[in-house]
Structure formats: structure tokens, C-alpha cells
T-cell receptor, first 115, second 114 residues
Framework: ELKVEQNPLFLSMQEGKNYTIYCNYS?????LYWYRQDPGKSLESLFV?????AVKQEGRLMASLDTKARLSTLHITAAVHDLSATYFC???????????????FGKGTHLIIQP | GAGVSQSPSNKVTEKGKDVELRCDPI?????LYWYRQSLGQGLEFLIY????????KSGLPSDRFSAERTGGSVSTLTIQRTQQEDSAVYLC????????????FGPGTRLTVL
């Protein structure tokens, strides 16, 4: 059974600081996704990581994937208040047809950035 | 429309009643997924459709839950004889059949069972 663990689950930080969210998963997969969720809203896709060593950056967020370590990181640089949200990593199981089955999500990291 | 749509956005029902939730995927997306989000259980995968067929229904929480998809487009998730533990936000996502498998989520249906 695929398990996905995120840490920390809760993070309060000040604007301008850097921090990293970690996502570990238990079985082989080369498809990892990061999503953002604002309170009362749905999930917004942030990054799709498809291979070992993949690195994606968007603004102050950077995500990376190490499939050998079964680890992905989401790094926040010089945090700003607008980045306050819950961040989820998710891993896909691949079906026999090569498509993605349902995603297994981590519990989410609730990030609060204090002005 | 441009994104995944779901209806109703909110549903309040009495224990024991049946409910039907609807999902309209992004046009052209062949894969459709249902998830459930609750405080206690987090985000759980329920079922996946490729076209109109669902290869694996084992993620459905009980036999009170069923789902169908017709015409390769709209999907409905039906919960019979609702229980209080069914209260959650039900999210639908769709994906184009591609190597990325990126799933785009709808706004969800908040179900409250009294």
C-alpha cells in the first residue's frame, strides 16, 4: 500500500524567511504532484514532477524529486503572506495502461506566514 | 467550461436519504476521479474512470457508494442511505490521457448528513 508522509504538518513562519516542506513516499513512483489549497477552496495544481532529479520553480516556490530516496521537497524562498495556505504532495500509482490511477495524498502542511 | 464543475456546491440531507453528486470534467479529458476530503481522514481516493469504465472500485468506502460515467463526460456519485460519517467534501478531478497525469480539481460538493 502506498503511503505518503509530509512534514511538518503545521508551520508558522515570518515573511522573508526560507523553509522546506518534505514529502516521503513508500513505494516506487516517478510521478509526484504538489497542490495548494486555500481555506474553503479546492486544490490548485502547483508542480508536476515526473523523473528523478526533476526540479520545477514558480516564483518563490521550488519543488524537487529524488525517486531513489522517495523524497520530494517544496522550498519556499523569502516567504510572503500570500503564500499562506495548505500544501499537499500526492503520488500517483500507475495502472497497466500507463495512465495514472488515483492519487495518494499526504496529510498536508498548513503554512501560516506572519507579516 | 474552462474547468471542472460540480453540483450542488452544498448539500444538506437527513440520515438515511440518498444523494447524488454530479461532476462535469474539462472538455476532452478522458480520465475522471472522485475523492473525499474530511478532517479525520484527509484526502481519500474513491474511484477512477477511464472513459466510461471504472477499472477499480475498491476505494469506495462501502456498498452504499456507487458511481457512473456516461458518454465519456459527466459523472455522478451516488450515496445511498447516507450516514453521518459520510459528511465530507467530495472532490472531482479530471485529467487528459498524457504522460503527466496532472489532475485538475473541481470546487467540490460539501455534504452534510444530519
Amino acid at each position: 500500500e502506498l503511503k505518503v508522509e509530509q512534514n511538518p504538518l503545521f508551520l508558522s513562519m515570518q515573511e522573508g524567511k526560507n523553509y522546506t516542506i518534505y514529502c516521503n513516499y513508500s513505494t516506487t513512483s516517478d510521478r509526484l504532484y504538489w497542490y495548494r489549497q486555500d481555506p474553503g477552496k479546492s486544490l490548485e495544481s502547483l508542480f508536476v514532477l515526473l523523473s528523478n532529479g526533476a526540479v520545477k520553480q514558480e516564483g518563490r516556490l521550488m519543488a524537487s524529486l529524488d525517486t531513489k530516496a522517495r523524497l520530494s521537497t517544496l522550498h519556499i524562498t523569502a516567504a510572503v503572506h500570500d503564500l499562506s495556505a495548505t500544501y499537499f504532495c500526492a503520488v500517483a500509482s500507475i495502472n497497466s495502461g500507463g495512465g495514472a490511477d488515483g492519487l495518494t495524498f499526504g496529510k498536508g502542511t498548513h503554512l501560516i506566514i506572519q507579516p | 467550461g474552462a474547468g471542472v464543475s460540480q453540483s450542488p456546491s452544498n448539500k444538506v440531507t437527513e440520515k438515511g436519504k440518498d444523494v447524488e453528486l454530479r461532476c462535469d470534467p474539462i472538455s476532452g479529458h478522458t480520465a475522471l476521479y472522485w475523492y473525499r476530503q474530511s478532517l479525520g481522514q484527509g484526502l481519500e481516493f474513491l474511484i477512477y474512470f477511464q472513459g466510461n469504465s471504472a477499472p477499480d472500485k475498491s476505494g469506495l468506502p462501502s456498498d452504499r457508494f456507487s458511481a457512473e460515467r456516461t458518454g465519456g463526460s459527466v459523472s455522478t456519485l451516488t450515496i445511498q442511505r447516507t450516514q453521518q460519517e459520510d459528511s465530507a467534501v467530495y472532490l472531482c478531478a479530471s485529467s487528459h490521457t498524457s504522460m503527466t497525469g496532472e489532475q485538475f480539481f473541481g470546487p467540490g460538493t460539501r455534504l452534510t448528513v444530519l
